[in-house]
């Protein structure tokens, strides 16, 4: 069973960092694609950023570029979010998942991690 639990989330000021974390199980890990997605309030889920499974290419929503960094732990099956910047438009939950920024058709999304970035 495919279980992802993201933590790290919080309230923070316009122009602050978080780390976000997402813990994976129940596939192999080393095999996917795997990304943060995110989802804010009356909007529809969207991609941010997604690393590839084998070489670490990384892949980022434009709005984010420059702003967040992606890397995972393949010994640890765990996947990161370093988000510098930030910016009140990015306050959502996010999600992991082993898909890529428009592949946002997943059936065992997590509970996800609350962002809110104050201004």
């Known amino acids: 069973e495919v279980q992802l639990v993201e933590s790290g989330g919080g309230l923070v000021q316009a122009g602050g960092s978080l780390r976000l974390s997402c813990a994976t199980s129940?596939?192999?890990?080393?095999?996917?694609?795997i990304g943060w997605f995110r989802q804010a309030p009356g909007k529809e889920r969207e991609g941010v950023a997604c690393?590839?499974?084998?070489?670490?290419?990384?892949y980022y929503k434009d709005s984010v570029k420059g702003r967040f960094i992606i890397s995972k732990d393949n010994a640890k099956r765990m996947l990161f979010l370093q988000m510098n910047n930030l910016k009140p438009e990015d306050s959502a939950v996010y999600y992991c998942?082993?898909?890529?920024?428009?592949?946002?058709?997943?059936?065992?999304w997590g509970q996800g991690t609350r962002v809110t970035v104050s201004s």
């Open positions: 129940g596939f192999t890990f080393d095999d996917y694609l």
């Open positions: 998942a082993p898909r890529c920024l428009d592949e946002t058709d997943y059936d065992h």
């Open positions: 690393i590839s499974a084998s070489e670490g290419h990384t």
